[in-house]
């Protein structure tokens, strides 16, 4: 029996090489900041954190070769990071000229388009295996039209056969290496991507087109910008991969654990989670004395954690209170109370931990709710101050990029907590996501390396990832939800 065909490398190109001239900024626009990471760095991660990956190429203007080498200095997979050309075609070769001459599937990606998901570049890959060049479009929604110099209509194709082209556009590099050889004799050379040499020169080579999604956007315009900063915030991020028993213990046996709001529902889960993979736990409530929207309980718990022993991890915030009603209604007790435990206490937390995250290089986990999306009636104290979390979540991991302290957000849907059985009486327990599966995404973010992230937490069943149409759709249900779906537990 013949041995099995060795599987070919995956090298990605991440083309960075535009000036953010459209964008009006006086520095690319893969430099720009959104969600506590620049655009460069949340496309590089995504291929970083692809199992199918193994190789990243990295181009960038020459004048900002420095920052990038700064930025992707994490990046494991990245081997080269080189100056791109003129040209985007010029950048595709340059990229090419560093590959070698090992035969293997390469992808070429827009450094700002960092909606790209996993989905689609392992759909590329796969289709390397029959194809030698593929694509990524979606349909058009709007109808397309042809028109001559004069701004006339001279055609209106068939919009059912129109695709917006995006990327990656995935190659064997034999086949995109002659493409370009073949356009090189070309006096008149011009394409405005990879595929477009393929189909010019080698006519004769099928480009098969795997579907997309809408919001594997470019950043190309000055609205992009705030679209972009909107969608992070909107479209949460999946939790990390779970981990096995013996990596949970080699990431937290020794660490210090706080947990404010660790003596019920999602807090307690937590406690108990870390506590056996032998970490040391402390756990506080109320009902312990310590009341978290108070910024001397809040520091004392720290330092009794860090006094007995000599650091601290990682620091949860489970906390939260929801009261519901009209805001004309609401006494002002009230409403201190909710400003206080919803928003005050966050940043009382988050000041009081950085001393001590800082010698460590640990992480805060803070919680959100689908409320945070849209203030609805009957919520607008809790909503509001859930999305005063979100945003600050992302202001921390921007300010706290450079020292090397991580802040996150846990986004879960409605979960089984004494808060919303407080709030909403006995329910299925079939409609609700547990406090145990919470606790445990809580814990794949506290031990991974994500940053300024607001990380949904769902019910899906075991082994059945969501599909592209419900991916999309997320997007509309976290904006469109109703009132019942916006009283999301943190307790």
């Known amino acids: 029996m013949s041995a099995p065909e060795a599987r070919l490398r995956t090298v990605a190109v991440i083309l960075g090489g535009g000036t953010g001239s459209r964008v009006g900024l ?43 080498r700064r930025l992707s200095a994490g990046m494991t997979k990245v081997t080269h990071v080189i100056p791109g050309g003129v040209t985007r075609n010029d950048t595709s070769k340059a990229a090419l000229d560093v590959l070698g001459d090992a035969e293997c599937k390469v992808l070429f990606h827009d450094a700002v ?14 289709a390397l295996d029959t194809y030698e060049s593929v694509d990524v479009a ?32 995935g190659f064997l590099l034999t086949t995109i290496r002659k493409a370009y050889e073949i ?3 070309d006096p008149d050379f011009a394409a405005s991507d990879d595929c477009g040499v393929v189909l010019k020169y080698l006519p004769g080579v099928p480009t098969y087109v795997v579907t997309g999604t809408e919001q594997n956007m470019k950043v190309t315009h000055p ?30 046996a020794g660490r210090t654990v706080v947990v404010l709001g660790g ?15 032998g970490a040391t736990v402390y756990a506080h409530s109320r009902s312990t004395g310590c009341h978290v929207e108070r910024p001397e309980d809040v520091a004392a718990a720290l330092a009794q954690a860090h006094t007995e022993t000599g650091r601290i991890d990682h620091v949860v915030l489970t906390a939260a209170v929801l009261h519901r ?43 959100t709710s689908s409320s945070y999306t849209r203030g609805r009636a ?24 450079g020292i090397g302290v991580r802040v996150n957000c846990i986004n879960p849907e409605r979960a089984a907590t004494p808060m919303r059985t407080k709030a909403f009486g006995e329910e299925p327990p079939n409609t609700l996501l547990s406090a145990a599966a919470v606790a445990r995404s809580t814990l794949d973010v506290m031990v991974s390396d994500l940053t300024g992230q607001i990380v949904d937490v769902r019910r899906v069943t075991p082994g059945q990832g969501a599909s592209t149409t419900e991916q999309e759709a997320a997007l509309i249900s976290a904006a469109l939800a109703d009132d019942d779906e916006h009283a999301s537990s943190t307790v």
Request: contains cysteine; negative net charge.
């Open 325 to 367: 009603g009209r805001l004309e209604d609401t006494p002002a007790d009230v409403v201190e109370d909710t400003l206080r435990v919803n928003y005050l206490a966050p940043i009382a937390v988050a000041q009081a931990s950085l001393p001590y995250l800082r010698e460590t290089g640990g992480s805060v986990v803070l919680y």
């Open 183 to 185: 356009a090189g004799g």
């Open 138 to 169: 979606v349909p058009s929604a709007d109808t397309i039209i042809e028109v001559d110099g004069d701004d006339v209509i001279c055609d209106i194709p068939v919009r059912a056969r129109m695709r917006r082209g995006q990327t990656p556009q």
């Open 26 to 68: 006086s520095i690319p626009k893969q430099l720009i900041k959104v969600s506590g990471s620049t655009i460069l760095e949340h496309t590089l991660r995504v291929f970083q954190e692809t199992p199918e990956i193994d190789e990243i190429v990295l181009t960038s203007p020459a004048a900002y070769l420095e920052d990038a």
């Open 223 to 252: 609205i992009d910008v705030f679209v972009v900063d909107r969608l992070f915030q909107l479209a949460s991020k999946a939790a990390p991969r779970p981990h096995d028993e013996q990596e949970y213990t080699d990431l937290l």
């Open 263 to 277: 003596t019920y529902g999602i807090g307690q889960e937590v406690v108990d989670l870390c506590r056996s993979f």
């Open 378 to 401: 009957e919520y607008s104290l809790y909503s509001s101050t859930k999305a005063a979390v979100v945003n600050l979540t992302q202001a921390l991991a921007d300010e706290w990029a």
């Open 113 to 126: 388009r960092p909606f790209v998901d996993r989905r689609i570049i392992t759909d590329c890959i796969a």
